[in-house]
């Protein structure tokens, strides 16, 4: 029953942004941990950003830093991701993630929930 549906992915050129959404149903998720992680071709899927229940905290990875930001919006069911200064290195699968583990550590945070993924081309 529980349902989380990624969208805003696409073809960009390198410079671009896009904003993927993550939206939740059959569930409330709003006391959830949440995360964005992503899946490239020929490597193994890596947490990109975490937020808490509350939003009031979040973990990026270094790659990231200053490009990316997560964020929710808990009266929507919703987690968005905001990606800038994107570069073909960022092409991948990228799939929204939950979390029932609210006290681990954001850093070491691991997926119960996950959707089916939104697809990320970066072209140069």
């Known amino acids: 029953q529980v349902q989380l549906v990624e969208s805003g992915g696409g073809l960009v050129q390198a410079g671009g942004s896009l904003r993927l959404s993550c939206v939740a149903s059959g569930r409330t998720f709003s006391t959830s941990p949440m995360a964005w992680f992503r899946q490239g071709p020929g490597k193994v899927r890596e947490v990109v950003a975490t937020i808490c229940w509350s939003g009031r905290s979040t973990y990026y990875v270094d790659s990231v830093k200053g490009l990316v930001t997560i964020s929710r919006d808990n009266s929507k069911n919703t987690v968005y991701m905001q990606m800038n200064r994107l570069q073909p290195e960022d092409t991948a699968v990228y799939y929204c993630?939950?979390?029932?583990?609210?006290?681990?550590?954001?850093?070491?945070?691991?997926?119960?929930?996950w959707g089916q993924g939104t697809q990320v081309t970066v072209s140069s």
């Open positions: 993630s939950a979390s029932t583990r609210d006290l681990v550590p954001l850093r070491l945070y691991k997926s119960d929930y």
